[in-house]
T-cell receptor, first 112, second 115 residues
Framework: SQQGEEDPQALSIQEGENATMNCSYK?????LQWYRQNSGRGLVHLIL?????REKHSGRLRVTLDTSKKSSSLLITASRAADTASYFC????????????FGPGTSLSVIP | DSGVTQTPKHLITATGQRVTLRCSPR?????VYWYQQSLDQGLQFLIH???????AKGNILERFSAQQFPDLHSELNLSSLELGDSALYFC??????????????FGEGSRLTVL
């Protein structure tokens, strides 16, 4: 089964609203990453949060990590139509970097 | 542009055939990861090579094999193809020298259609 599981599977919001996506994982991790994928394109790295960090910001992105609950959330503030994409969390499953496991993703639609 | 090159971009073939997908990692990256993405399975980890050696295997079928060459490019070989092998195949590269997971840089993928 997947190491990471995103929630919700799909999200539709109006432009300007905030979008929150959640990721849960099963085993211990060294770090967790979030990626974005435009339809049919390669994934693009958004942000990395280490296991000893609780929160990280990058522009309009805010990521939190709760290792006790084995969960992370990605918040996109003031969303834009261009944010429409699928978002994936990825973890190393505690394997350092040998295996990088992606969750099934959240499909975000931002309506202009 | 991620710096990762995958060829071919599109490939249409018949069941039972064999294909080879090629990946050139970002300059200097020692790690190459292969993933399969199909509509109903998400992004499945197949295999990871580091500096020519296999580091980890995921849900890779026995009909599939991969290798990484001395110049660090990698090839994924898919044989005895079945309809269900139709998918987007991605490779991603990373530095790999720090011993912990860093950012992965993805190619644009090879879309395989098996008819």
């Amino acid at each position: 089964s997947q190491q990471g599981e995103e929630d919700p599977q799909a999200l539709s919001i109006q432009e300007g609203e905030n979008a929150t996506m959640n990721c849960s994982y099963k085993t211990s991790i060294n770090n967790l990453q979030w990626y974005r994928q435009n339809s049919g394109r390669g994934l693009v790295h958004l942000i990395l949060i280490r296991s000893n960090e609780r929160e990280k910001h990058s522009g309009r992105l805010r990521v939190t990590l709760d290792t006790s609950k084995k969960s992370s959330s990605l918040l996109i503030t003031a969303s834009r139509a261009a944010d429409t994409a699928s978002y994936f969390c990825a973890t190393d499953g505690g394997t350092s970097y040998d295996k990088v496991i992606f969750g099934p993703g959240t499909s975000l639609s931002v309506i202009p | 542009d991620s710096g990762v090159t995958q060829t071919p971009k599109h490939l249409i073939t018949a069941t039972g055939q064999r294909v080879t997908l090629r990946c050139s990692p970002r300059s200097g990256d020692l790690s190459v990861y292969w993933y399969q993405q199909s509509l109903d399975q998400g992004l499945q980890f197949l295999i990871h090579y580091y500096n020519g050696e296999e580091r980890a295997k995921g849900n890779i079928l026995e009909r599939f094999s991969a290798q990484q060459f001395p110049d660090l490019h990698s090839e994924l070989n898919l044989s005895s193809l079945e309809l269900g092998d139709s998918a987007l195949y991605f490779c991603a590269s990373s530095d790999g020298t720090s011993g912990i997971l860093g950012e992965l840089f993805f190619g644009e993928g090879s879309r395989l259609t098996v008819l």
